[in-house]
């Protein structure tokens, strides 16, 4: 609260530990604490400092976020040319642990509002998806999951031109094969293997990304789930399909969403695929509500169609573009739409990596014709990811 702003203003001026940053505004706040612009008075420059909430659970996690961050800048991007927020320093003030980063501008959330929840240019779209894309590589080489990946944790840097973005808060990361939390990311941005209960990879961030490039386009959220069950309708109604049979099977809360409707098998009798093609099938709201013995919330729908090809292909387009730009822009929304199929894939095992999602069209700026076939992935070394459940959430967006 401003309290605690006024008092760190003071105490950092007055403190005979001799003040280096003088706090001049708030930037926001979470779940971790708030984040201050300061001037420090050392470098002379704006700097952004997370005062992290004085209780170790929080500082904890705020010195994995400083260690993850850390390795990320000097170990995988010591040039900063990969899109990834840059950690300056650290210090404890008055039992708080205070992380300063390089001052950046207006979340991509705020940057959406601001542009009144209409879609952001296309051109926009596919510089800031090729931005993104840089730190994904680079945290999926490093082996780290962000966890966290939405709009509000995007920004926008302040100084450069073309408009230039970073990834920020890792405050939710956590290393690959070492994953200790079941109820992570946030609502809308979250994947069905981490709804469902399955054993999660850097994938997950992935689908983040997805949900966060339709977002630019269509400036309100693709999967605006008012409950996870409503998510994964929504997730079905507009992808068409559902998570494969594997997953559903070994994931922990498939029981919670789907009803097991029997065994796979392709109409034996006549040879046709009439038969049943998936063992589960999606409850049914009053089949939810006597098994959770709750009605689930079900949100409103922002578009006036329901498959994905749909919404993206009728979205009003911009007034001012003449007709042969509109010709080019439809096409630049079919490759839009094969690039979301990727990126948005119920299969973790099937979803695009970040380097193959690098060499789609969308991104590349070449010209989109066929489905886009990504070149197969390097072999990389398996890590068996170590699920344990434990339900605590330190961050993992506040739903
Ligand atoms: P959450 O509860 O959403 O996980 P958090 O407590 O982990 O948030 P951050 O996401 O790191 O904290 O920061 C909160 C907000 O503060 C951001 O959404 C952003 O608006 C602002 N902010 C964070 N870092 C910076 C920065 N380097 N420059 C400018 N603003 C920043
Ligand atoms: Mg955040
Ligand atoms: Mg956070």
Redesign the pocket.
């Known amino acids: 609260n401003s309290d605690l702003i006024l008092y760190v203003n003071f105490e950092l001026v007055n403190s005979e530990t001799k003040g280096r940053y003088i706090v001049k505004d708030a930037?926001?706040?979470?779940?971790?604490?708030q984040?201050a612009?300061c001037w420090d008075l050392e470098s002379n420059k704006y700097v952004?400092v997370?005062i992290i909430k004085n209780q170790p659970a929080y500082y904890q996690q705020a010195v994995v976020e400083f260690s993850i961050l850390d390795m990320l800048n000097k170990k995988y991007d010591p040039d900063d040319k990969h899109h990834i927020?840059r950690i300056l320093d650290y210090f404890v003030f008055h039992r708080h642990l205070c992380i300063s980063?390089?001052?950046?501008?207006s979340?991509l959330y705020?940057l959406i509002k601001m542009n009144h929840f209409k879609g952001l240019p296309l051109n926009i779209v596919q510089a800031f998806s090729k931005q993104i894309l840089h730190a994904l590589v680079v945290m999926k080489d490093a082996g780290i999951i962000h966890c966290?990946m939405k709009p509000?944790?995007i920004?926008i840097s302040t100084r450069l031109k073309p408009p230039q973005i970073k990834v920020?808060?890792f405050?939710?990361a956590c290393v690959e094969g070492r994953t200790v939390y079941s109820y992570i990311q946030s609502r809308y941005y979250r994947s069905p293997e981490v709804l469902l209960g399955y054993p999660y990879t850097t994938s997950i961030d992935m689908w983040s990304f997805g949900c966060i490039v339709a977002e630019l386009f269509l400036g309100l959220p693709l999967f605006p789930g008012a409950s996870e069950y409503d998510l994964l309708n929504r997730m079905t109604e507009i992808l068409g399909g559902q998570p494969p049979d594997s997953l559903l099977r070994d994931a922990k809360n498939t029981s919670k969403f789907f009803k097991h409707v029997g065994s796979i098998h392709r109409s034996e009798h006549d040879g046709t695929s009439k038969g049943i093609i998936s063992a589960y099938r999606i409850l049914t709201e009053d089949e939810y509500e006597s098994r959770e013995s709750k009605k689930p919330a079900i949100g409103k729908h922002y578009f006036n169609y329901v498959k994905l090809d749909d919404i993206v292909a009728n979205y009003p387009y911009r007034k001012n573009l003449s007709e042969k730009e509109k010709s080019k822009e439809s096409l630049t929304r079919l490759a839009l739409v094969d690039f979301l199929r990727g990126l948005v894939e119920f299969d973790p095992g099937k979803r695009w990596s970040p380097l193959q999602a690098s060499g789609h069209p969308f991104v590349t700026g070449d010209p989109f014709e066929l489905p886009y076939k990504p070149p197969p992935e390097s072999p990389r070394i398996p890590v068996m990811p170590t699920t344990v459940t434990v339900d605590h959430n330190p961050?993992g967006?506040?739903w």
Do not use: P, R
């Open positions: 930037l926001g706040q979470g779940t971790f604490g984040v612009k952004a997370k927020v980063f390089e001052m950046l501008g979340n705020e966290d509000e944790n920004l920020i808060d405050g939710s961050g967006g506040h």
